[in-house]
C-alpha cells in the first residue's frame, strides 16, 4: 500500500522489529493488517488527509496517546479498543509495550465519502481507546478482506467504508464530544421510482464491470453516502449485493448455453477470477458452476 499519510511509527534506537503486514489500497479505503511480533519500544505519529479507524490488539507496559483536543491516554491494555482521528488532526505518542505479540487494523478513509455533511455543521472529533462491538466487528471483517481483496467487489469495498463512516457519525451525533453538536444527515424514504429504475437498469447492463459507488449515485442525483443507505432502504439490500444476485441470476442464464466454458460465464458477469466465480456462485445457489449446468442439461 502507497500512503503517504499512513500511521509512521518510529522505533526506539533503530532497533529492529520482527512484522507481518497485509495491506491494500482502494479508492475509498486504504487498510493495513500490523503484527508486531517481537514488539521494541516506538514513538508513533498521524497527521493525514483521511479520517483513521483503527482496532488495537496491545497491552504496553507503559505509554501515552493524543489528539487534538483531547486529554491524553495512559490506558495500558488496549486490547479490543478503538481509536478514530478525522482528516486533519494529529496523533501522537509513545509505547513500552510488554513481550507479547500486538497487533493494529487501520482504515484510511476518504473524507470524499461524507461530502453531505456542509460548513455549518460541526466536524467529525477525535476519539482515543474507546469501545463499539459493531465497529470492533467491522474491523475484524476488514481483516478477512485484506487475507484476499480479490475476492471484494469495488462496491463491497466502497459500501464498507460508508458503513463504518456511518457508524462513527451516528456514535458522535448520539454522544457529542464534550458539548459540541455534532450534525447528521441521513437519507429518509428509499429512492424515487425513477432513481431506482435508472440505477438497476445501469447495473443490469454493465454486469461485466466494476461499477463504482459513485457511479451509481450519480445517476440517482445523490451523494454516494445518501445513495448507499436510499438503495438499501429501497430494496432492503445494499448495492453490492444487490449487484452480486443479478450477476448470479445472469449466471445461470448464461450457463444454460453450451457453447459458452464456465471462465466465459464468469468472465461475462465481472469476475476475472473463476475461483472467486465459482465460490460465489457456490455460496448463493449451494452448487458450483459446472454441477448446476449438470443439473440443467
Known amino acids: 500500500m502507497s500512503l503517504d499519510d499512513a500511521v509512521d511509527f518510529r522505533f526506539h534506537n533503530h532497533l529492529p522489529c520482527e512484522n507481518l503486514r497485509l495491506d491494500h489500497r482502494w479508492d475509498a479505503l486504504a487498510a493495513e493488517h500490523i503484527v508486531m511480533l517481537r514488539p521494541k519500544p516506538y514513538d508513533f505519529s498521524l497527521h493525514g488527509g483521511r479520517h483513521y479507524l483503527a482496532l488495537l490488539n496491545a497491552h504496553r507496559k507503559d505509554g501515552e496517546t493524543t489528539a487534538d483536543d483531547l486529554p491524553r491516554s495512559t490506558l495500558r491494555d488496549i486490547r479490543g479498543k478503538l481509536t478514530f482521528v478525522p482528516a486533519g488532526c494529529r496523533l501522537q505518542g509513545w509505547s513500552l509495550p510488554g513481550t507479547m505479540p500486538i497487533a493494529f487494523t487501520s482504515a484510511y478513509l476518504d473524507p470524499a465519502i461524507c461530502s453531505h455533511l456542509d460548513a455549518e455543521q460541526t466536524q467529525l472529533y477525535p476519539m482515543l481507546h474507546f469501545e463499539h462491538p459493531l465497529l470492533a466487528q467491522l474491523m ?88 448507499c443507505r436510499a438503495f438499501k432502504e429501497a430494496l432492503s439490500e445494499p448495492p453490492h449485493r444487490y449487484q452480486m444476485s443479478r450477476r448470479i441470476e445472469r449466471a445461470k442464464t448464461l450457463l444454460a448455453d453450451p457453447s459458452l466454458s464456465v471462465t466465459d460465464v464468469a468472465a461475462a458477469v465481472g469476475y476475472g477470477s473463476l475461483s472467486q466465480f465459482s465460490a460465489l456462485f457456490r455460496q448463493v445457489t449451494g452448487h458450483s458452476p459446472r454441477d448446476y449446468r449438470r443439473k440443467m442439461i
Open 140 to 227: 475484524l471483517q476488514l481483516d478477512r478482506i485484506l487475507a484476499q481483496p480479490e475476492m471484494y467487489s469495488r462496491i463491497y469495498v466502497e459500501s464498507f467504508a460508508i458503513l463504518l463512516l456511518s457508524e462513527i457519525m451516528a456514535f458522535q451525533a448520539k454522544y457529542p464530544a464534550q458539548g459540541r453538536r455534532t450534525g447528521r444527515s441521513f437519507a429518509r424514504g428509499g429512492l424515487a421510482g425513477w432513481q431506482l429504475k435508472a440505477v438497476c437498469d445501469y447495473i443490469e447492463a454493465n454486469l461485466h464491470q466494476d461499477v463504482s459507488l459513485a457511479e451509481l449515485a450519480a445517476i440517482a442525483r445523490l451523494s454516494p453516502y445518501h445513495f
